[in-house]
């Protein structure tokens, strides 16, 4: 059977120029900002192996009201995203209690990778758990940025802009208005 197209929007956010992108009623991906729209546009073909991708000008309610809950957190105002929406990747029992126990982590708030495999009942798995926040399809809705280094540096974010952009979601997050 073959699967519905992929279709994209943009939206400005307080950290840059962000998309979402789904296919027919489920959110398949949210992705931050890049150096270029084309750059962005490449990223989501890329991530979702969608060689056809449609950017839309008027995106269905459900991912513009996503879009704009994206751009109301990163103004500072801590969201509640709906989950139900999201199409989630395929994952095991323990991949899956990472992403219950980090959702339980408030905006303004960290934790390390050790902490987080320990809240999953894997307190040595502190690698793997940095393996699920790289592969996160999520980036905001699922808070993969909230999960710092051992000593609590913001380390180990690969979207553009790596540490500082972290930090300046963190930052946001904390209501530091130097963000």
């Known amino acids: 059977m073959k699967k519905p197209a992929v279709n ?3 939206f400005p956010t307080a950290i840059g ?8 009623e489920r959110v398949v991906g949210v992705f931050l900002p890049e150096t270029s729209e084309r750059k962005l546009l490449a990223s989501v073909r890329k991530r979702l192996r969608a060689s056809k991708l449609t950017w839309s000008l008027a995106p269905p309610t459900h991912v513009g009201h996503m879009a704009a809950q994206i751009r109301a957190h990163l103004r500072g105002e801590s969201q509640d995203f709906d989950l139900s929406q999201l199409e989630m990747p395929k994952r095991g029992p323990f ?3 990472v992403i219950k126990c980090l959702l339980n982590v408030t905006s303004g708030t960290v934790l390390t990778y050790a902490e987080l ?5 894997s307190p040595k798995a502190f690698r793997a758990v940095g393996q699920a926040m790289a592969r996160n399809p999520f980036p ?9 280094g051992a000593s609590k540096n913001v380390g180990g974010f690969s979207a553009h802009g790596g540490l500082a952009t972290k930090a300046r979601i963190l930052k946001i997050e904390a209501h530091d208005d130097q963000a």
């Open 140 to 148: 905001i809705v699922i808070p993969c940025h909230r999960v710092v």
């Open 8 to 10: 994209a929007c943009h």
């Open 95 to 97: 991949m899956s209690k």
């Open 117 to 121: 495999a320990a809240k999953a009942g």
């Open 17 to 24: 120029e962000m998309a979402v992108a789904w296919r027919a």
